[in-house]
């Protein structure tokens, strides 16, 4: 069962997106997809009873803190690569990119996967592998070992944060700030269209 539950969990969320490509137009596709995978992780986190809650807990502040002034300071120099994204965002898709999908995102990983495989470092090598179309599907990003590397580690400081709280707000509340801060860096606000 607990493997069905993360089967399920990782090849819906590529279904969904896929669907979502299908449906939508390409000017409402990222805030649509976010939807539709909210929408998705809901149904997973009723239909597979996770356990986990939504207590207010900052559990792993400090290593999701130091994570984030290494990036933000040492970044550039080790390779990191900021996302491609359209030259004007819209309100919803800035609605999408830093509210709706990591709260999808934490929905299905933290929350489904994670309460069917309780192993940290197994949940950020599955969320690090499903970000890896970014890379070489859609192109929204170049490689970089440096993304890899960030990727599995705030992965593994967002698990860990869920099963030592038992709650899934530190995950959210960490990736709706890493999320939030990395359209800050990667638009200068004058092309955020808000």
């Given at each position: 069962?607990?493997?069905?539950?993360?089967?399920?969990?990782?090849?819906?969320?590529?279904?969904?997106?896929?669907?979502?490509?299908?449906?939508?137009?390409?000017k409402s596709l990222l805030f649509s997809?976010?939807?539709?995978?909210?929408?998705?992780?809901?149904?997973?986190?009723?239909?597979?009873?996770?356990?986990?809650?939504?207590?207010?807990?900052?559990?792993?502040?400090?290593?999701?803190?130091?994570?984030?002034?290494?990036?933000?300071?040492?970044?550039?120099?080790?390779?990191?690569?900021?996302?491609?994204?359209?030259?004007?965002?819209?309100?919803?898709?800035?609605?999408?990119?830093?509210?709706?999908?990591?709260?999808?995102?934490?929905?299905?990983?933290?929350?489904?996967?994670?309460?069917?495989?309780?192993?940290?470092?197994?949940?950020?090598?599955?969320?690090?592998?499903?970000?890896?179309?970014?890379?070489?599907?859609?192109?929204?990003?170049?490689?970089?070992?440096?993304?890899?590397?960030?990727?599995?580690?705030?992965?593994?400081?967002?698990?860990?944060?869920?099963?030592?709280?038992?709650?899934?707000?530190?995950?959210?509340?960490?990736?709706?700030?890493?999320?939030s801060l990395a359209l800050?860096?990667?638009?200068?606000?004058?092309?955020?269209?808000?």
């Amino acid at each position: 069962m607990k493997l069905l539950a993360v089967a399920f969990a990782v090849g819906g969320l590529f279904f969904v997106q896929y669907i979502a490509k299908l449906l939508f137009r390409r000017k409402s596709l990222l805030f649509s997809m976010a939807l539709l995978q909210l929408l998705f992780a809901i149904l997973l986190w009723v239909l597979f009873k996770v356990n986990f809650s939504f207590a207010v807990r900052f559990d792993g502040i400090v290593w999701f803190s130091v994570l984030i002034i290494i990036m933000i300071i040492l970044g550039r120099f080790l390779g990191a690569q900021s996302i491609r994204l359209p030259r004007y965002l819209k309100s919803k898709d800035i609605v999408a990119i830093a509210l709706l999908l990591p709260l999808s995102e934490e929905l299905i990983f933290r929350g489904t996967v994670l309460s069917a495989l309780p192993i940290p470092a197994l949940n950020a090598l599955i969320f690090t592998c499903i970000h890896l179309p970014n890379t070489f599907l859609s192109k929204l990003e170049r490689f970089s070992v440096f993304n890899l590397a960030y990727r599995f580690a705030v992965g593994m400081i967002f698990a860990d944060a869920t099963l030592k709280s038992g709650s899934i707000f530190p995950a959210l509340f960490y990736h709706v700030a890493n999320n939030s801060l990395a359209l800050l860096i990667s638009n200068r606000p004058q092309r955020l269209n808000i």
